[in-house]
């Protein structure tokens, strides 16, 4: 399964941003999918997931109320809307895909993962 992003760019504090993760290679119904983010000198962070079915949704305390997580079947493609984007959502974000029906906050259950988008927000 090859996972490819994209999305990422700079943005003021307070602007938004749609991150698309879109999956090749595989059954996309067979994965759980998750974004993550890293941050220079940090380790990497879960921030949302979905699970295969599409009916449940995770957020991290940090970014609950402000991303929105999503999929789309027909186009097996993951979405993550980011709204009142702050300073500290700068990072890469990557997506992840795990082959399982339930999802999981820790990178190392993740099977598949993209190469990666920049996300710059400015003050």
């Known amino acids: 399964v090859q996972l490819v992003e994209s999305g990422g760019g700079l943005v003021q504090a307070g602007g938004s941003l749609r991150l698309s993760c879109v999956a090749s290679?595989?059954?996309?119904?067979?994965?759980?999918m998750g974004w993550f983010r890293q941050a220079p000198g940090k380790e990497r962070e879960f921030v949302a997931a979905?699970?295969?079915?599409?009916?449940?949704?995770y957020y991290a305390n940090s970014v609950k109320g402000r991303f929105t997580i999503s999929g789309d079947v027909a186009k097996n493609t993951v979405y993550l809307q980011m709204n009142i984007l702050k300073p500290e959502d700068t990072a890469i974000y990557y997506c992840?895909?795990?082959?399982?029906?339930?999802?999981?906050?820790?990178?190392?259950?993740?099977?598949?993962w993209g190469q990666g988008t920049q996300v710059t927000v400015s003050s």
């Open positions: 290679g595989g059954t996309f119904l067979s994965y759980s």
């Open positions: 992840a895909g795990r082959y399982s029906s339930g999802t999981s906050s820790r990178p190392a259950e993740y099977d598949y």
């Open positions: 979905i699970t295969r079915s599409g009916s449940n949704l």
